[in-house]
Antibody
Framework: QVQLQESGPGLVKPSQTLSLTCTVS??????????WNWIRQHPGKGLEWIGY???????YYSPSLKSRVIMSVDTSKNQFSLKLTSVTAADTAVYYC?????????????????WGQGTTVTVSS | DIQMTQSPSSLSPSVGDRVTITCRAS??????LNWYQQKPGKAPKLLIY???SLQSGVPSRFSGSGSGTDFTLTISSLQPEDFATYFC????????FGGGTKVEIK
């Protein structure tokens, strides 16, 4: 079955760029009908959606983060990536990648059914 | 953004109890509502999608209902492995999540 795995630095300095990659295994990122999402969870808090990317490269970002978010996809490596610029301590969180199901027209009707295990990113000098 | 409000924020039922968690959207979202379970240190797990459809592999004691702005997640008979935090999420527009409901052991 499809599995997702996040990777990237666990420590980022303030004002720098956070960069994470999600590797998809057990299936193709090019499969239609799926959007590939990034979500984060601040320590002890709820979940915040960051954005998604389609295998074609189409993206949709959270309005509150869109000025600092860049997502990309590498279909040859079955990976998609997140860059978050100008980070501050408020960006310290566990970052998850997840697959959105039955997606079209900017919506995933059936939720996010596969998640990575999450990676902790701390912003600190 | 569509705001999602869950209640209660926590509860302490006993094994075998019927548990009900509610989620209210700040505007109508049809049935674009999903429920997740999260255990400490783990990723969320999809339980219910499209308000009332049970995700494959999820026990039938979990059920969801509602449409428009008001939704409910019900656990018919709470099991020890169900102690966790539950989140709702709307997929009508840019996804947003409820604040969570922590189901703690009594």
């Amino acid at each position: 079955q499809v599995q997702l795995q996040e990777s990237g630095p666990g420590l980022v300095k303030p004002s720098q760029t956070l960069s994470l990659t999600c590797t998809v295994s057990g299936g193709s990122i090019r499969s239609g009908g799926y959007y590939w999402n990034w979500i984060r969870q601040h320590p002890g808090k709820g979940l915040e959606w960051i954005g998604y990317i389609y295998y074609s490269g189409s993206t949709y970002y959270s309005p509150s983060l869109k000025s600092r978010v860049i997502m990309s996809v590498d279909t040859s490596k079955n990976q998609f990536s997140l860059k978050l610029t100008s980070v501050t301590a408020a960006d310290t969180a566990v970052y998850y990648c997840a697959r959105g199901v039955n997606c079209s027209g900017g919506r995933c009707y059936d939720g996010m059914d596969v998640w990575g295990q999450g990676t902790t990113v701390t912003v600190s000098s | 953004d569509i705001q999602m409000t869950q209640s209660p924020s926590s509860l302490s039922p006993s094994v075998g109890d019927r548990v009900t968690i509610t989620c209210r959207a700040s505007q109508t979202i049809s049935n674009y509502l999903n429920w997740y379970q999260q255990k400490p240190g783990k990723a969320p797990k999809l339980l219910i999608y499209a308000a009332s459809s049970l995700q494959s592999g999820v026990p039938s004691r979990f059920s969801g209902s509602g449409s428009g702005t008001d939704f409910t997640l019900t656990i018919s008979s709470l099991q020890p492995e169900d102690f966790a935090t539950y989140f709702c999420q709307q997929s009508y527009s840019a996804p947003t999540f409820g604040g969570g409901t922590k189901v703690e052991i009594k």
